[in-house]
Nanobody
Framework: QVQLVESGGGLVQAGGSLRLSCAASGRTLSRYTMGWFRQAPGKEREFVAAFSWNVGATLYANSVKGRFTISGDNAKNTVNLQMNSLKPEDTAVYYC????????????WGQGTQVTVAS
């Protein structure tokens, strides 16, 4: 089992930046593929970005490509999401998730952190 806790959300003006962090307890995150997802009011949860420690690969949704950066900090056992040039449509609850090496789904989820971008 791995427990995930997100932090760093808040209110920011359009064009601003926020840095989300996902801290883990119970397991070393480098064993997992890590992802960030978000859910806006009235919408389904959507994929934002993913990071694989094994191959150092990253993947982004088209809507955030070039603005968001996902990274892992092995020493702190955290995964971060740097969000720049934020837009009002980025407003959502952001969730951190982990997928095991042999799993095809993200099995572990944090509680989420609210990001609100004011126009």
């Amino acid at each position: 089992q791995v427990q995930l806790v997100e932090s760093g959300g808040g209110l920011v003006q359009a064009g601003g930046s926020l840095r989300l962090s996902c801290a883990a307890s119970g397991r070393t995150l480098s064993r997992y593929t890590m992802g960030w997802f978000r859910q806006a009011p009235g919408k389904e949860r959507e994929f934002v970005a993913a990071f694989s420690w094994n191959v150092g690969a990253t993947l982004y949704a088209n809507s955030v490509k070039g603005r968001f950066t996902i990274s892992g900090d092995n020493a702190k056992n955290t995964v971060n999401l740097q969000m720049n040039s934020l837009k009002p449509e980025d407003t959502a609850v952001y969730y951190c998730a982990a997928r095991g090496a042999v799993s095809t789904t993200f099995d572990y989820w944090g509680q989420g952190t609210q990001v609100t971008v004011a126009s």
